[in-house]
């Protein structure tokens, strides 16, 4: 997972040069979350074939799944830390990049200064650590609520 969000929009924005980079993260974090679901949800199967014939009740899948959307949310929160510090122009670039999309699409003046400011705090280094922590764990819970429905051991 922090390979993917270290090297995923790195890689992807130094290959792919005519996408705007607020696109390929809103990608390549779409993507993280597709790996936390297969953890997720390899996590609570794994878990299930452990207890065998023990059974294993939906408390005990979504526990499994809450865990690993916590542990998934740290290392994302800090990978994001790492990232936007070892990236200190980041926020002005996205920034920079907001700017020009709005000035060829015509914008006014105040308007630009708006979304400006507004894409510099969005891409701060306390709002990506935040939003990264926030989201994983609350998007990981509504997953792991509904996939311990489908992983729990039937009642025979």
Known sequence: MVLWLFGGFTVLSLIITSVPHMILRTLTG??????????????????????GAEGY?????????????VIVAVMVSAASFIYVYLNPHFADDMAKEAEASLRQSGASQAAIAQKVAAVKDEFSLNRQVMAALTVQTAIGTVFSLIAAAFLKTKKQ
């Open 30 to 51: 779409s993507l993280g979350l597709v790996v936390l679901f297969t953890g997720i949800y390899y996590a609570m199967r794994n878990e299930k074939q452990k207890k």
């Open 57 to 69: 009740t939906y408390v005990q899948a979504l526990g499994t799944g809450v865990c690993i959307a």
